[in-house]
Each structure stands twice: as C-alpha cells, then as structure tokens.
C-alpha cells in the first residue's frame, strides 16, 4: 500500500458565495494528492507522459462531511493499494489540520493509455518498477 499525505492552504478563489470551499476544488485537491504521491514514489506524472502513456480519469466519487473555509491548512491523505490492477483506483481524505476533522473522502478511477493510439494499456513498467517497493513488503 503507498500512502503520502500533502497540505495545502485554501486559497480566497477557492470559496464560494457561501465562503465554504466550492465543491468542485475537491477534485483539484485530489489531483494535487495524486500527483504528490507520485512525486513521493520517485515518479513524476511527466515521467509517465514522456514515458508514452497517460491517465486519465474514468470515474469518481466525493463524500463531502464539513465545510472548509479561506485560509484553513487542509491535509490531503491520498492511499493506492493495488498495483497490478490495470484500473488505478486512488482513495482521499481531506483533513482540516487545525482540529482534525474530516472535510472531504473521495476515489478516483484511471486506466493506462498510450499517449499515441488512446487505447488501455497494462500499468508500464516505469510505474510498476517505482510503486513495487511499497507493495511488496
């Protein structure tokens, strides 16, 4: 299982009318988890793209428990606990770092593809080879 947690600091253009962090962030937030646990692993998302192969986003879920508002420091745990799977599924939480408490949990579903011809690929080895570390122990 490969976890790494990542904090980022609500930014004022973040909220909405309501001065809550406007739901759709959440999802942006994820990204920044996704690519820091990369990052973490030793992979860049660049790695994989010069590599040849992308991944995008084929289904996603977000459970929204509290508000945040401007200027809080949220914490993003991100978790993948399988490798081999040709899906990629990545699970969230969000934490406010000030009390603890739950904001947000979330997944969200990639599959490999080939930059050049769009069509589903196995994980590459490029991935595999840097993640493996964190699974096989």
Do not use: C, W
């Amino acid at each position: 299982m490969l976890i790494n947690k990542f904090t980022i600091r609500v930014r004022y253009a973040d909220t909405d009318k309501m001065q809550f962090v406007y739901n759709g962030k959440y999802l942006e937030y994820f990204e920044v988890g996704r690519t820091e646990l990369l990052r973490a692993s030793g992979l860049a998302y660049s790695d994989l793209e010069n590599n040849g192969y992308q991944l995008p986003l084929i289904e996603t879920g977000v459970r929204y428990k509290k508000p945040a508002v401007y200027d809080d420091l949220l914490e993003i745990e991100t978790v993948i606990k399988e490798l081999y799977s040709a899906k990629v599924h990545i699970e969230y939480i969000v934490r406010r770092l000030e009390d603890g408490a739950v904001i947000a949990e979330g997944f969200t579903d990639h599959m490999f593809i080939k930059s050049d011809t769009k069509k589903p690929t196995r994980p590459p080895k490029i991935y595999v080879d840097k993640l493996a570390p964190y699974f096989d122990k």
